[in-house]
């Protein structure tokens, strides 16, 4: 049973960073794709940044130049570090992993934005 586990949510003032970190486990196949979506309140999910397990990134437009998506393939774990936060970046972050054409997803961590 693969596992996702997120963390490195909270509060943060506009203009602060922060760092997300998930992790897969339960599987020793290596992990195709992995990465980040977002869901604010009223809103629908959306993707914020993906990486492959070649290295391929992609960002949201609302993201980019802000953060920045990077994986360690052996612990199958993927960062997320977010610079420059807006109000507007406040949502429940989940982690998203594709491992065999299965889609698992993480339980999810606050980052609110606020001063």
């Known amino acids: 049973q693969v596992q996702v586990v997120e963390s490195g949510g909270g509060l943060v003032q506009p203009g602060g960073s922060l760092r997300l970190s998930c992790a897969a486990s339960g599987t020793r196949f290596s992990i195709n794709a992995m990465g980040w979506y977002r869901q604010a309140p009223g809103k629908q999910r959306e993707l914020v940044a993906r990486?492959?397990?070649?290295?391929?990134?992609n960002y949201a437009d609302s993201v980019k130049g802000r953060f920045t998506i990077s994986r360690d393939n052996a612990k199958n774990t993927v960062y997320l570090q977010m610079n420059s936060l807006k109000p507007e970046d406040t949502a429940v972050y989940y982690c998203?992993?594709?491992?065999?054409?299965?889609?698992?997803w993480g339980q999810g961590t606050q980052v609110t934005v606020s001063s």
């Open positions: 990486i492959i397990s070649g290295g391929s990134t």
């Open positions: 998203n992993t594709v491992l065999l054409g299965y889609e698992y």
